[in-house]
């Protein structure tokens, strides 16, 4: 039995989920305008979010015998998402029309990953990107909402 397409998935999850917990800590610290009271401490709840399935990812990984990335440059060189350096120039909506790319991309890795799982027959890490999925398809909807458009999955 070889879970090689899952561990892959896992491990591009493990990068991915670093670099989202990190462009969310970016819009932690760079908002400015309309809802910053409420949208700052939300920002550490949605890291807590991704850096909690962040570990149960890794952690089933490992125990499927991968190797996680685990260095800033691995995250940054394996993930699909891009950054840019910070800067006080985007309004709230804009900062918030990103993480809602960033929260679909993360969507469709773990359908990606549900497929992946479920050809190689390992229903705990099925379960986890099942879970994955739920958690990150539900803020996705919050985030549209706060902009103020339908869900767009
Ligand atoms: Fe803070």
Do not use: C
Request: no cysteine; hydrophobic share 35%; glycine share 6%.
């Amino acid at each position: 039995m070889t879970y090689e397409k899952t561990q892959a998935l896992l491990n591009q999850a493990v990068a991915d989920l670093s670099k989202a917990a990190s462009i969310v800590h970016q819009t932690h610290w760079y908002m400015q305008g309309p809802g910053f009271f409420y949208l700052h401490p939300k920002m550490d709840e949605l890291m807590d979010q991704l850096n909690e399935t962040l570990d149960v990812v890794s952690e089933r990984l490992i125990t499927i015998g991968g190797s996680p990335y685990s260095t800033l440059k691995e995250f940054d060189q394996q993930s699909k998402l891009s950054e840019e350096v910070g800067t006080f120039d985007k309004s709230m909506t804009q900062r918030l029309e990103r993480l809602a790319e960033v929260y679909r991309y993360l969507s469709d890795l773990f359908q990606e990953g549900l497929a992946v799982s479920d050809e190689e027959g390992d229903d705990p890490s099925n379960g986890i990107f099942s879970d994955a999925q739920d958690s990150i398809q539900k803020t996705l909807w919050m985030l549209e909402a706060e902009i103020g458009r339908s869900t767009s999955l």
